[in-house]
């Protein structure tokens, strides 16, 4: 008996419905495009900005020549200033550090930017060889810019895993529920096809197009702004096809039992949105304080993208991600068994 | 063709419950293998649920079903090959061409028709490739039925196929349904037009809350007013409306009926009647504004039956 034809007829229909409709395409290819070049320029890795500092001209003198001496400063820029236009400025941002002359000399800066931080001691520095301090051990700077290191780097493999979210919830989620809202999956039900043909055409659908998808994102990653691929190409697929799968049965899950598509919409943004924000697409997740750590890490998306950047930067093994990867696999097995049992099959 | 001794269809006590409200309240029904039946009722008399449960879509409260002699329980598989659906309001994808949904349901058949064959019949050739969002309302209408003959069925249900279209359209679509039915095939229809249930129709069961209220040929339920015509008028305004027991009384008449201003009398004969009425409405001294005569047909019967109009449910 053919059980593929109908497998194969439907997966055709996914596809024509999808490739027929231009916003689709946006979304899944245009948009991760467009993030990247966008953040990839805005966050660049620039050379550091020159320090500037302002020095109080109070009365009894020595702020010549104390600006003098930190002018002799690496990267540092000194100018007097009266102390209130210097307290303004200090305010504004436009100087990271004032310094009034005296015994102590006084340094005023906010500890919490790093701007500051790094203005106050590069400004002691100067001062004190102006003073006289001597290196007690001859150093020589090497610097250099670590390939894998930079934002960009960090990014691309998080839009990947945000784009394996957003389509693998989407494409599955949304199209049931709108299937189930047209009376199209009632009239399907009517007619011999099995229910598993029905679900197996959309996960077929998806990861055939998930091929493409990838390579996009990832090759303009490396062709435009050269972002490593350590790993094994091989391992990175599989966990590519993971993520995928997992995000499907979230969708499947979603999507179970809504009627509409404004349910289905509030329901999927309401799972996307916390790990558009917590699981480390934009920024490090280890920016979040370390109570939230544990749910954090056990989010999907955190997994993935973890898994996802330790074998294309780090060239981590399968094994050693092993971990993330069983969190996702196990969301998405979990995922599916759920979302079968409850489905809504009109 | 002939028709085989088992029924083709067969329900018993159906029963469906939704919340507080009762939508089928006990349906016994027997359908003959090669007969058009019809369901025919207002909106809410519960001919979709009916008709879904039959379809084995909607699971039902009470009551047994048996299609071709095979109950749904244990038989959903064999029984699916040989149906053929139109559900009421289904839009199918919008994006892809009318030969791609035709062959996506040919798909699922172990037999049927081929693309072309099924094309041809509902008329849809020169739209092969146009997208289904592009189809008019009657065309998309044949595209679904097209979709239920496509596997070549035994029985074909079809729920309120031309609500919403234009007569023409409408035309069509009985033309489809009557050459179906010239090949063998046995038609489950519902529907609120009388005239479809007259023209489609070899037997019409009259549905209202649930239950169904009178059943047989479209003949025999007009038969069953007692009377083949219908006398319809309209009074002035201000008259003196005459009372219905003594418009009944006249001779020839067999019921009166007043819906406001507006009298309908169910008359054996028109030629006798109309000259009897005016003359009353003469000596009453009341005047008319309208006067209009037809045959009887399942409208009057369900009026008759309800005092209300299928139309308005």
């Known amino acids: ?346 | 063709m002939s028709a085989s001794a088992a029924p083709a269809i067969r329900c018993s006590g159906l029963f469906k419950r939704y919340k507080d409200v009762v939508a089928v309240a006990g349906l016994d029904l027997e359908i003959r293998a090669g007969e058009c039946f019809g369901l025919l009722g207002p909106n809410g008399a519960g001919k979709t649920t009916t008709v879904e449960m039959l379809e084995g879509l909607v699971p039902r409260d009470a009551g047994t079903i048996e299609l071709l002699g095979l109950r749904w329980e244990g038989h959903e598989r064999e029984l699916r090959q040989c149906l053929g659906v139109a559900l009421q309001e289904t839009k199918l994808a919008d994006r892809l061409t009318v030969a791609e949904v035709i062959r996506l349901f040919r798909s699922f058949y172990r037999s049927g028709r081929t693309v072309d064959d099924v094309l041809a019949v509902v008329e849809l050739g020169e739209k092969r490739d146009a997208w289904v969002e592009r189809l008019s309302g009657g065309q998309r209408q044949r595209l679904a039925i097209a979709c239920a003959l496509v596997g070549d069925p035994e029985i074909l249900f079809l729920d309120e196929p031309t609500t919403g279209l234009d007569p023409q359209s409408r035309r069509q679509l009985w033309e489809i349904v009557a050459s179906f039915k010239r090949g063998g095939g046995t038609v489950v229809l519902t529907t609120h037009y009388m005239e479809e249930a007259e023209r489609l129709c070899d037997r019409v069961a009259v549905m209202d809350h649930g239950r169904v209220i009178a059943q047989g040929s479209p003949r025999e339920l007009i038969a069953s007013l007692g009377a083949e015509e219908v006398v319809e008028f309209a009074l002035s305004d201000g008259a003196e409306p005459p009372p219905e027991a003594a418009l009944a009384a006249l001779p020839g008449v067999r019921a009166a009926r007043r819906d406001g201003p507006r009298f309908t009398l169910t008359v054996a004969e028109v030629h006798r009647a109309v000259p009897t009425l005016l003359a009353e409405l003469q000596r009453r001294g009341v005047e008319l504004t309208e006067l209009v005569t037809h045959h009887a047909t399942l409208e009057d019967l369900f009026l008759s039956l309800t005092g209300r109009h299928l139309r308005d449910g």
């Not at chain 1, 060239?315 to 196990?330: D, K, T």
Request: hydrophobic fraction near 55%; aromatic fraction near 8%; charged fraction near 20%.
């Open chain 1, 1 to 346: 008996m053919s059980y593929w034809r109908p497998l194969i007829q439907l997966t055709l229909a996914r596809f024509r419905e999808q490739l027929r409709q231009p916003e689709v395409l946006f979304w899944v290819f245009g948009f991760p495009l467009l993030l990247a070049v966008a953040l990839g320029l805005a966050f660049r890795n620039r050379p550091p900005d020159v320090v500037r500092v302002a020095v109080e001209d109070v009365a009894g003198g020595g702020a010549d020549s104390l600006a003098r001496a930190l002018g002799e400063g690496r990267g540092l820029r000194a100018v007097v200033l009266p102390p209130a236009e210097a307290a303004r400025r200090l305010r504004q941002g436009s100087v990271a550090l004032v310094v009034v002359p005296g015994t102590p000399i006084v340094y005023r800066f906010d500890s919490t930017r790093t701007e500051s931080r790094i203005a106050r001691l590069v400004a002691d520095d100067a001062l004190q060889r102006a003073l006289g301090r001597r290196d007690a051990r001859a150093v020589v700077d090497r610097t250099e810019m670590a390939r894998g290191a930079r934002y960009i780097d960090f990014l691309i493999p998080g839009l990947l895993g945000l784009n394996l979210m957003g389509t693998g919830m989407w494409g599955m989620g949304y199209a049931v529920v709108d299937a189930r809202k047209r009376r199209l999956m009632k009239r399907l039900m009517a007619s011999p096809m099995r229910r598993s043909q029905y679900l197996l055409s959309f996960i077929v659908a998806r990861l055939v197009m998930l091929g493409p998808e990838t390579v996009v994102l990832i090759g303009f990653g490396m062709l435009a702004f050269g972002v490593p691929m350590r790993g094994s190409v091989l391992d990175f697929a599989g966990l590519v096809v993971l993520g995928a799968v997992c995000f499907a049965g979230l969708g499947l899950l979603t999507a179970s039992r809504a009627r509409t598509t404004e349910t289905a919409n509030g329901l999927m943004n309401l799972v996307m949105l916390p790990m558009w924000i917590l699981s480390g697409v934009f920024f490090s997740s280890a920016n979040f304080p370390a109570a939230m750590q544990p749910l954090i890490q056990a989010l999907p998306l955190t997994a993935l993208n973890d898994a996802l950047r330790a074998v294309m930067l780090d060239g981590a093994r399968l094994g050693a991600v092993a971990v993330p990867a069983a969190i996702c696999a196990g969301w998405g097995l979990v995922s599916f068994a759920v979302a079968l049992r409850i489905f809504r099959w009109s």
